[in-house]
């Protein structure tokens, strides 16, 4: 059974700093891992998805990365600002349409 | 990116009613749809997958009888939440995935509270 874990669990930092987020998964047979941002009380917005082939996957201040052997993935945030303070989970697909969320990294970033 | 609109966000109930949940997606067709609960400070937990025109599948120790889900065309999937009881106040979300793509796009979510 597939096991999606996020380190840490919160984080709470000054702006301007940079951040990476680690998800950790326990079958690495993957269709691909995406990364969502969650805002509290909201939905969820997709950031970043990575095929399994795919080592890393970039979109502004952001970047993440695939290690599939080893299970594991991270999301590093650049120069973080207030408006990135939110719910950080990832996700991994297997080859059917579920997705098996992590346990969620709660970020605040501080002026 | 492609939207899809959850509806209501917030609904407060009796214990005994029923309450139906919307999932619309507005710019592109949902071949397949996902119902999400989550509770406070939890992650997501898949509850059922539906295929439009097909019958919901169900995770484990989800009821079928309880939880409804109808997925009727291809931008439409309800959920009914039937003889709502407190503990089935959670917030609940829905996503959407069309013909070729790979991503998973949310609904807004439904913070259910049932007295």
């Known amino acids: 059974k597939q096991e999606v874990t996020q380190i840490p669990a919160a984080l709470s930092v000054p702006e301007g700093e940079n951040l990476v987020l680690n998800c950790s998964f326990t079958?690495?047979?993957?269709?691909?891992l995406q990364w969502f941002r969650q805002d509290p009380g909201k939905g969820l917005t997709s950031l970043l998805l990575?095929?399994?082939?795919?080592r890393e996957q970039t979109s502004g201040r952001l970047n993440a990365s695939l290690d599939k052997s080893s299970g594991r993935s991270t999301l590093y945030i650049a120069a973080s600002q207030p408006g990135d303070s939110a719910t950080y989970l990832c996700?991994?697909?297997?080859?059917?349409?579920?997705?098996?969320f992590g346990t969620g990294t709660r970020l605040q970033v501080f002026p | 990116g492609a939207v899809v609109s959850q509806h209501p966000s917030r609904v407060i109930c009796k214990s005994g009613t029923s309450v139906k949940i919307e999932c619309r997606s507005l710019d592109f067709q949902a071949t397949t749809m996902f119902w999400y609960r989550q509770f406070p400070k939890k992650s997501l937990m898949l509850m059922a997958t539906?295929?439009?025109?097909?019958?919901?599948?169900?995770e484990q120790g989800v009821e079928k009888d309880k939880f409804l889900i109808n997925h009727a065309s291809l931008t439409l999937s309800t959920l009914t939440v039937t003889s709502a009881h407190p503990e089935d106040s959670s917030f609940y979300i829905c996503?959407?995935?069309?013909?070729?793509?790979?991503?998973?796009?949310f609904g807004s979510g439904t913070q259910l509270s049932v007295l």
């Open positions: 539906s295929n439009e025109g097909s019958k919901a599948t169900y």
């Open positions: 996503s959407a995935r069309g013909w070729t793509g790979e991503k998973l796009f």
């Open positions: 990575i095929q399994s082939s795919q």
């Open positions: 079958d690495s047979a993957i269709y691909n």
């Open positions: 996700a991994v697909r297997h080859n059917t349409d579920k997705l098996i």
